[in-house]
């Protein structure tokens, strides 16, 4: 597997933790970021191929985010998978700015797991869907 670098965003510690630290199980390089963090950007040196983002925010607050985690400066916008509690009707693209795929919670992990896997090996202009 290459070495991939996902940012999870969520202000729950325990859902943070939990998901981060099964990416790594996993073998991603995965680090975790509450929404304050995020809200001046990203630091230069934390350019993730993949931002997992909770959508439990209002949706100003979400696409401040995910304006802030894709910058002008990077010329290589993250992935964005979101997470959700609202009825979606199943994971789906998101039509907002910079969205690429959500999941609905609550999730079994092997599914997440597959959407990450997914959305990882598609180039830039191409959106995942599950099964």
């Not at 965003?9 to 073998?27: E, F, H, N, W, Y």
């Not at 950007?41 to 985010?65: A, W």
């Not at 400066?73 to 693209?93: A, D, E, I, V, Y």
């Not at 910079?98 to 830039?124: D, H, N, R, V």
Request: hydrophobic share 40%; proline share 8%; aromatic share 4%.
């Amino acid at each position: 597997m290459a070495s991939f670098k996902i940012l999870v965003v969520d202000d729950d510690p325990k859902s943070r933790d939990l998901v981060t630290q099964v990416l790594i199980g996993a073998g991603y390089d995965a680090d975790g970021m509450a929404y304050s963090g995020c809200s001046m950007g990203l630091p230069s040196t934390l350019r993730p191929d993949l931002v997992i983002l909770d959508l439990s925010k209002s949706r100003k607050d979400i696409l401040e985010v995910v304006q802030n985690l894709r910058g002008d400066s990077n010329p290589r916008p993250p992935r964005m998978l979101f997470l959700t509690s609202h009825s979606l009707g199943g994971p789906k693209r998101l039509a907002s700015p910079g969205g690429t795929a959500s999941l609905e919670k609550p999730f079994q992990m092997s599914k997440l797991l597959w959407m990450i896997k997914a959305l990882l090996a598609e180039g830039p202009s191409r959106r995942a869907t599950a099964p």
